[in-house]
């Protein structure tokens, strides 16, 4: 399985972008995708996650009501809507993806593939 994250970019505070991640490959295989992200200095940290086949959703608190996990199951992509982007936003943003069917969704060792990650910056 490969994934290829896009759509990263420099906003405004309180703009909106929308993330990407094609997948490709045994994706029938893949039970949850999430979104994670990483800003300088700090551990990677979960964002949301979506079950593949019933569409489920879990969000961060510090993103729920402004980020949107969605997936098109007819294109295998994954996305995220950001909205009310804020400057503590600022990171690089990874789609994620596993196999097995454990319900805990939080911690990165739980994937098994992962994109290349795409830049957001948000500035004041």
């Known amino acids: 399985v490969q994934l290829q994250a896009s759509g990263g970019g420099l906003v405004q505070a309180g703009g909106s972008l929308r993330l990407s991640c094609a997948t490709s490959?045994?994706?029938?295989?893949?039970?949850?995708m999430a979104w994670f992200r990483q800003a300088p200095g700090n551990e990677r940290e979960f964002v949301a996650a979506?079950?593949?086949?019933?569409?489920?959703?879990y969000s961060a608190d510090s993103v729920k009501e402004r980020f949107i996990i969605s997936r098109d199951n007819a294109k295998n992509t994954l996305y995220l809507q950001m909205n009310s982007l804020k400057p503590e936003d600022t990171a690089v943003y990874y789609c994620?993806?596993?196999?097995?069917?454990?319900?805990?969704?939080?911690?990165?060792?739980?994937?098994?593939?992962w994109g290349q990650g795409t830049k957001v910056t948000v500035s004041s």
């Open positions: 979506i079950t593949w086949n019933t569409g489920v959703t």
């Open positions: 490959g045994r994706t029938f295989s893949m039970y949850r």
């Open positions: 994620a993806g596993r196999v097995s069917s454990t319900f805990e969704y939080l911690r990165p060792t739980l994937y098994n593939y």
